[in-house]
């Protein structure tokens, strides 16, 4: 009979074992999920931060131009006498 009740505490506790297991594996399946989506996010972060980067240098680039270009204006008009 003791025989029995070990039989039946070791298969209840492999099914609830394998019960964990399975909830364990779907929970890992999700946060491997997650871990790609934000994988793709900081991927995605990295080219906007790159893209701002070259519209900074444009920007600084086209200050500089708009800079000169008043300087040359001030000389034209000195030039002129206005």
């Known amino acids: 009979m003791l025989m029995w009740v070990w039989i039946a505490v070791v298969a209840v506790a492999l099914i609830v074992l394998a019960w964990a297991g399975l909830r364990l594996s779907g929970r890992l399946s999700e946060l491997s999920r997650a871990a790609r989506k934000l994988q793709r996010r900081q991927e995605e972060a990295m080219r ?20 000169q270009a008043q300087e040359q204006v001030e000389r034209i008009q000195a030039g002129l006498g206005k």
């Open 48 to 67: 906007l931060r790159a893209g701002a980067a070259r519209l900074e240098q444009t920007v600084l680039s086209l200050q500089q131009r708009a800079g």
